[in-house]
């Protein structure tokens, strides 16, 4: 068995600003943190689902959590104050392709203008040491080949969304350089695939299409049949978040962007995934192509995480059926009424200890 490289000693008692909180990663991970004995302050918009992993697993009963907009700079100055973090992990964002093609001027001021804002802010906090500023795989210049996108690759991006992200990443490298020099916090960005996982309820995001139909036991209808993504279960990109900040703290190499996706055997298209996922559902689950509503959206997308693997000691835990399994497993549970929070927590866990 090959170790987690997380260390629980470094993260307990650790102050943890945490953006985003209420939305799927950031509840999986608000809980990965409380597990470690993180003293943690979330800042973030209600959820926008119903149900909401955030509700249904009781995230915010161990920690700080403050319902508000990245883009008010005075409640997130006051909440930065009060906290008085020793690391941030911005995830707040406008997460959605489609939404920023109904919405490009707020995603922009979510994701860009939030990040400057949040950025602004810690400049005059003295206790931080570490900020991680998650983007997306979307942020790079999709040429929609074969490749494989490297760090050092052109950034990019055609639809609102993807370009908005990518700003994100121009934005935390201005200033990191001019303004977090050596002495003050350093700040890392961190560029995730396709994540997959239980609590995940988002329109528009292809398994929780495939569940809701399966469970109804329709046929889901999916778009872009052929595209291909980087999928990875949300525990992956977090274990890279978390290890990356551990180490953000005492070597400011680490000060710069980072890539967390699968292995390429597990970048396969939408009607791969979802027939996958259909052997998986327990009564069996159905699918059909059709055209996608949206103007734009790309169709081939590959991530190489070798930096991350070679430099942080991170890897990929869990093969993309085995994210599968997990993710129906998590469903069935809810169906059948269990403890989210603490089903959730045994997901960690079994996470944390799976041999590679």
């Known amino acids: 068995m ?8 470094f993260w307990r008692g650790k102050r943890v600003f945490l953006t985003g909180h209420t939305g799927f990663k950031g509840s999986w991970l608000a809980l990965w943190l409380q597990q470690l004995g993180a003293q ?12 909401s992993l955030f509700e249904l697993a009781g ?14 700079p005075a409640a997130l100055q006051q909440a930065l104050e009060t906290a008085r973090p020793e690391i941030i992990l911005h995830l707040a964002a406008q997460a959605l392709v489609s939404d ?45 080949s074969t490749h494989a996108y490297v760090e050092s690759d052109a950034l990019g991006g055609h639809d609102p969304y993807s370009s908005s992200k990518a700003c994100t ?30 609590g995940d309820w988002a329109p528009h995001r292809l398994v929780p299409d495939l569940l809701q139909a399966f469970t109804k036991g329709e046929e889901a209808r999916l778009r872009n049949g052929q595209a291909v993504r980087p999928w990875q279960h949300v525990l992956e990109p977090l ?19 980072w890539n967390f996706g699968p292995e390429l055997e597990d970048c396969v298209s939408v009607a791969e995934l979802a027939e996958l996922l259909g052997r998986l559902w327990p009564r069996g689950g159905r699918h059909t192509i059709q055209a996608s509503p949206l103007p ?25 059926k085995e994210a599968l399994r997990q993710t129906v497993e998590w469903h069935q549970a809810w169906l059948g009424g269990s403890s989210m ?16």
């Open 239 to 257: 274990a890279g978040y978390l290890i990356l900040a551990e180490q953000l703290w005492d070597d400011r190499s680490r000060a710069c962007a």
């Open 100 to 144: 920023g093609y109904t919405d490009p001027v707020g995603t922009y001021a979510t994701n860009v203008i939030g990040t400057i804002n949040l950025l602004e802010q810690a400049r005059q906090l003295s206790d931080v040491r570490a900020i991680v500023i998650v983007t997306t795989d979307k942020c790079y210049e999709n040429l929609e």
């Open 40 to 51: 943690v302050t979330g800042y973030a918009l209600p959820p926008t689902t119903t149900p």
């Open 341 to 356: 929070g603490n089903f959730c927590r045994q997901q960690i866990e079994r996470y944390s200890h799976t041999d590679t």
């Open 59 to 72: 995230v915010a009963k161990y920690m700080h959590s403050i319902l508000e907009d990245i883009r008010n």
């Open 2 to 9: 090959v170790n987690l490289p997380i260390t629980p000693s």
């Open 169 to 198: 990443e121009i934005v935390a490298a201005s200033w990191r350089r001019s303004f977090f020099t050596s002495g003050q916090a350093a700040i890392a960005t961190a560029r995730a695939g396709n994540v997959i996982g239980g």
């Open 296 to 320: 734009h959206e790309a169709g081939l997308l590959r991530l190489d995480a070798s930096r991350a693997k070679q430099l942080l000691g991170w890897k990929p835990r869990w093969h993309l």
